[in-house]
C-alpha cells in the first residue's frame, strides 16, 4: 500500500501543477472514503483544503465528521441542506409523484451543487471522494457525488481505500475507525452491503477476478447491477 499511496502522491502533485489548482473543496461525511481523501488533499494542499459538512436535518454521526476535520486541521462549515431538500421535494412532487428512489438521489445533488459554490467563489476545486468498487456496481448519484474535478482514489477497491486510510490515519494521528467504517450511503437508512445483498469484499474479489469464494447468486447480482449502471459511468451519448 505504500507504493499505491507515493504514486497517487506523485499524481496529486502533477495535477496540483499542471493545472494550476490553488486548492480543494471537499465534502466531509465522517465515512472512509471522504476521510482518506481528506488526508491525501491534506498531504498535497495544506491549509488550502477547504471541508464541507452537509447533513440532510439531523444526521446521527455528524460528530466523526467534526472529529475528522479538527483533528486533520481542515478550515470547514456546515451547510444543512434539509429546507432546500425539502422545498425542492415538494415543488416537484406538486407536478409530479416522485418516488422514494428518486428523494434519495435530491441530497447528493443539492450536496455537489453547495460544493462547486464553494469552490468557484474561492477559485478552488472539488475533489472527488468515490472508489472503484462503487462505481463498478453504480453505487453513485449521477451528477451527485459522481460529479468533481478529479479524484485520486477512483481506480481503488473499498478495501484498497480501508487499507490505504488506515496508512495515512497513522500519519495524522488519526482514529482507525473512521477509515474502516462500515459502508453507508447515509440516504437509505442501511448499509450498503445490505443494499446489496453481498459483501464488499465479495465484491473486491470479483473485480480483482478472484472467484474462489463468490458463489453464483452474488456473482448474478453484481453483473446485473454493472450492466444496470453503465451509464454512469460514460459521458453522455450524443449524435457525431
Known amino acids: 500500500m505504500q507504493n499505491k499511496l507515493s504514486e497517487i502522491m506523485k499524481w496529486l502533485c502533477r495535477y496540483k501543477d499542471s493545472t494550476q489548482c490553488r486548492g480543494v473543496v471537499i465534502g466531509i461525511s465522517g465515512g472512509k472514503d471522504s476521510t482518506t481523501v481528506a488526508m491525501l ?3 498535497v494542499w495544506g491549509d488550502k483544503v477547504f471541508g464541507v459538512l452537509m447533513p440532510n436535518g439531523i444526521q446521527k454521526d455528524i460528530d466523526d465528521a467534526f472529529n475528522i476535520v479538527k483533528t486533520l486541521g481542515i478550515e470547514h462549515c456546515v451547510v444543512n441542506i ?14 409530479r409523484c ?12 443539492l450536496r455537489m451543487t453547495v460544493l462547486y459554490a464553494i469552490a468557484q467563489s474561492l477559485g478552488y476545486r472539488v475533489i472527488g471522494t468515490g472508489n472503484a468498487s462503487e462505481a463498478y456496481v453504480g453505487w453513485t448519484t449521477k451528477w451527485g457525488d459522481g460529479a468533481y474535478d478529479f479524484n485520486p482514489i477512483a481506480h481503488l477497491t473499498c478495501t484498497e481505500v480501508m487499507a490505504l486510510g488506515e496508512l495515512l490515519a497513522d500519519q495524522f494521528g488519526l482514529d482507525k475507525k473512521y477509515v474502516v467504517k462500515t459502508p453507508s450511503d447515509g440516504l437509505c437508512g442501511k448499509t450498503d452491503e445490505d443494499s446489496f445483498g453481498f459483501t464488499y469484499v465479495a465484491l473486491d474479489d470479483y473485480i480483482s477476478g478472484d472467484m474462489t469464494n463468490i458463489d453464483y447468486e452474488t456473482v448474478r447480482k453484481i453483473e446485473q447491477m454493472h450492466q444496470a449502471s453503465e451509464h454512469k459511468r460514460n459521458m453522455p451519448a450524443t449524435l457525431k
Open 98 to 109: 416522485i418516488t422514494d428512489k428518486a428523494k434519495t438521489n435530491v441530497a447528493p445533488r
Open 82 to 95: 434539509n429546507t432546500t431538500y425539502n422545498s425542492l421535494v415538494n415543488a416537484v412532487e406538486n407536478c
Open 41 to 43: 488533499a491534506k498531504k
